[in-house]
């Protein structure tokens, strides 16, 4: 998923959301990538995307820069659409397949969780046609060449050959709505997980997923914990860049005490566990006391300056 640049609309009009789904069209027959869900709101997206080949950050420069470009060229506008860098997190599939269809209900709730449609609002749930949910419940006009229904419906338990299937899935999504799930303690564990993890899945996933990375002392303690390390703090580094439009050269080439300096150091120690020694040295900011003095300038900053920087530094975390 991805939002806005200052939470603002990703989208104009209808033409700009056509202008979004024929930009993923492009990629899924470019990227070889399979879309199982999802949902256009006004100022973000959700996607649950699977990528046979493993070219997903190949994949989405390619297709948020394109869709930037082309959304400049359509509405003659100019800068960054996005806020930083998409967020993206492994879900749990193959021998459990109940977190993969857990996110996919969770994609085609959003309209409802936003009180824009479904039970209790003025219109059905399919009324919100940027989604792949009237699709799944026969509303829409054709499927998508690009979007794999059997999948999510397998997940679910239903057979996608029967002519009934839409019925069974839509009966699925009802119940959601009225709160009544099998397993809620599964579901409320994944809408955690999506908001604060780094990852979607039980235990012996986490523990797979953490062979993978870098052996760290403490990186993988808690259930909603990300990998707060020094690959999560690079990542955060090249979201910020793109946020305040500066190249890493230019970063390192400013002096200790520059504003948009001390707001990349605080968002590096505020949301990861990498040392200040580590961001001393990876901003070239010399001691590791111009750290702390980084922190205290932006965590109790009283310009204005100062305080629109770490505005923006909170949004580069998704």
């Not at 394109?66 to 959304?71: A, K, P, S």
Request: charged share 25%; aromatic share 8%; net charge positive.
């Amino acid at each position: 998923m991805c939002r806005g640049n200052n939470g603002q609309p990703i989208f104009k009009a209808d033409k700009g959301r056509r202008l979004f789904l024929a930009t993923l069209e492009d990629v899924c027959r470019q990227a070889g990538w399979r879309i199982h869900a999802y949902v256009l709101m006004s100022n973000h997206y959700h996607f649950l995307l699977e990528t046979p080949e493993a070219n997903l950050v190949a994949g989405m420069k390619w297709f948020q820069g394109t869709y930037t470009q082309r959304f400049n060229a359509m509405f003659n506008c100019r800068g960054h659409l996005f806020q930083g860098r998409y967020k993206a997190l492994p879900v749990e599939a193959g021998h459990d397949e109940s977190y993969f269809q857990a996110v996919g209900n969770y994609i085609h709730l959003n309209p409802f969780r936003a009180g824009l449609a479904g039970i209790g609002t003025a219109e059905p749930l399919e009324a919100c046609k940027w989604s792949s949910f009237p699709v799944y419940v026969g509303a829409a006009a054709k499927c998508p060449s690009w979007l794999d229904t059997r999948r999510l419906l397998d997940a679910c338990g239903i057979n996608g050959e029967i002519p009934g299937s839409p019925a069974l899935y839509r009966a699925a999504i009802e119940n959601r709505m009225r709160g009544e799930v099998p397993d809620g303690s599964l579901e409320e564990q994944v809408q955690r997980q999506l908001k604060r993890g780094w990852y979607i899945g039980g235990e012996q996933f986490r523990t797979e997923l953490g062979k993978m990375l870098p052996a760290r002392s403490d990186n993988l303690r808690g259930e909603q914990r990300r990998a707060h390390d020094e690959l999560e703090a690079e990542r955060l580094l090249g979201t910020a860049l793109e946020a305040l439009n500066l190249s890493e050269a230019m970063l390192l080439e400013l002096r200790n005490n520059h504003p948009e300096k001390q707001a990349v150091a605080w968002l590096l120690k505020k949301h990861t566990t990498v040392t200040g020694v580590w961001v001393a040295r990876r901003l070239s900011m010399g001691n590791r006391s111009n750290i702390s003095r980084a922190l205290s300038a932006i965590s109790h900053a009283t310009d204005s300056e100062r305080k629109n920087l770490k505005h923006k530094m909170t949004q580069c975390t998704g």
